[in-house]
């Protein structure tokens, strides 16, 4: 019992640490296609991609980009594409 225990503090410290990286993944593909060097960055293999749509969408709406859900034809989960030009 002991052990499932350790199981889910290990869980509970990994799953914010990975949320985090994925929204400073997200943030940095909304700042370089706002910067003009790309046109269009596609995140894909996020393990929180659903969770990151909404935030997403007001940092690349506030940026002047758009931010476009890719969901996947397996039901496994979501991309997220950003790209220039009009929302």
């Known amino acids: 019992m002991a052990e499932l225990a350790s199981d889910r503090d290990t869980v509970g410290q990994i799953v914010p640490l990975v949320l985090e990286r994925e929204l400073q993944i997200v ?3 909304i700042a370089m296609v706002a910067s003009g060097s790309a046109p269009r960055v596609t995140i894909a293999g996020l393990r ?13 709406l506030e940026a002047g980009v758009r931010l476009t859900p890719l969901w996947r034809a397996d039901e ?4 997220l594409a ?6």
Do not use: K, Y
């Open 27 to 29: 943030r940095e593909a």
């Open 48 to 60: 929180f991609g659903e969770a990151l749509i909404e935030p997403g969408r007001g940092w690349a």
């Open 82 to 87: 950003i790209e220039a030009g009009p929302r």
């Open 76 to 79: 496994a989960g979501v991309d």
